[in-house]
C-alpha cells in the first residue's frame, strides 16, 4: 500500500525556516520523481516543487529547495525567508503510473500525503 507522510510543518518566526520532510512507503523511491505542493482552504493545489529520479530539482521562486535521500524513502522541502504568504497545507505527492504528465499540474498525480500545516509570521 502507497503511503505519504509529511511531517515538519510549524509556526514561522519572521525570516524564519523550516525543513518539511516526506516518508514514502509501499514503493521505493528510487525509480520516482516526487513534487511538493501548496494548498490554501477553499483553493487548488498550486506547485512548488519537483525533483526527478535522478535528482534534479524545479522550484518556484527562490526561497524553496527541493532534496531526495532515497535509501531512506526520503524527499525533504526547505523552506527559508518565511513571510506570511507561506502559510498553507505544504503536500508531498508521486506518480507511480507510466506516460507523460506536467510535473507543475497536481492532475496528473496519483498519491499525495495528508499535508502539513505551515503558518508563516504574522
Given amino acids: 500500500q502507497v503511503q505519504l507522510v509529511e511531517s515538519g510543518g510549524g509556526l514561522v518566526q519572521p525570516g524564519g525556516s523550516l525543513r518539511l520532510s516526506c516518508v514514502a512507503s509501499g514503493f521505493s523511491l528510487d525509480f520516482f520523481a516526487m513534487s511538493w505542493f501548496r494548498q490554501a482552504p477553499g483553493k487548488e493545489r498550486e506547485f512548488v516543487a519537483h525533483i526527478t529520479s535522478g535528482g534534479v530539482p524545479e522550484v518556484v521562486g527562490g526561497r524553496f529547495t527541493i532534496s531526495r535521500e532515497n535509501a531512506k524513502n526520503m524527499v525533504y522541502l526547505r523552506m527559508k525567508d518565511l513571510t506570511p504568504e507561506a502559510t498553507d497545507v505544504y503536500c508531498c505527492t508521486c506518480r507511480l503510473r507510466s506516460g ?23
Fill in 100 to 122: 507523460g504528465y506536467r510535473f507543475t499540474d497536481h492532475f496528473g498525480y496519483d498519491y499525495w500525503g495528508q499535508g502539513t500545516q505551515v503558518t508563516g509570521p504574522s
